[in-house]
C-alpha cells in the first residue's frame, strides 16, 4: 500500500509545481480534483483514473440502504468518489480519493462516510485503498488513509509524515 501512497505523492507534488492558479483564483473543487486526476493517472500506467464515476463494471454504484449517503442523484452529495484509480472492465478498483479545499468549512463527515462505505470489503464495489485530502494553496493540511472500511491508523501516520517530508504536509 505504500507504494500505491507514494504513487499519490508523487502526483500531489506535479499538481502543486503546476496548478498554484487553481487556489489563487478560489476555483471549485470538482476543478482542482480534475486537475489531480491528470497527475494521477501519470502515476498509474495501465489502469484508469475517472472522476466521479459511478459505476462498477455494468453496475451502478449504490451504498446499501439506510445509509446517510445520497446514490440517486448527479449534484455531487452522491457515493460517487472525487478520483478513483481502478479497471473499469473487470472491475478492479484499487484507489478512492476525496479531495477537500481547506476553505471548505463543511464538516468531513460526509466525506469519511464515503471512504468508509468505499473501502469496506462487505460492500460489492470495495476500493482496496481510500484517501481523504485536504488541499489549501501550499500543502495537504488533513489526510486521512482507509482499509476495510475504516481509518487505518498506521497507514495515515505513514503518509502523514511522508507529506511533510517531500514538503506536502503541514508540520504537527
Known sequence: ???????????????????????????????????????????????AVDCNYDRLGERTLHLPHGTII???????????????????EIPNNLLAIEIRKASNHTALDHDQHKLRAL?????????WIGVLLVLDQHNVTTSEVYVGGIVEPQLSRWFATRLEETGLGAAH
Open 1 to 47: 500500500m505504500q507504494t500505491e501512497l507514494n504513487k499519490v505523492i508523487a502526483a500531489l507534488r506535479d499538481f502543486y509545481a503546476h496548478e498554484g492558479f487553481l487556489f489563487e483564483k478560489d476555483i471549485g473543487e470538482r476543478a482542482i480534483t480534475h486537475r489531480f486526476a491528470v497527475y494521477l493517472e501519470k502515476q498509474f500506467p495501465g489502469w
Open 119 to 127: 473501502t469496506d470489503a462487505h460492500v460489492w464495489f470495495a476500493y
Open 70 to 88: 445520497s446514490t440517486d442523484d448527479h449534484l455531487g452529495k452522491s457515493i460517487y468518489p472525487d478520483v478513483v484509480v481502478h479497471q473499469r
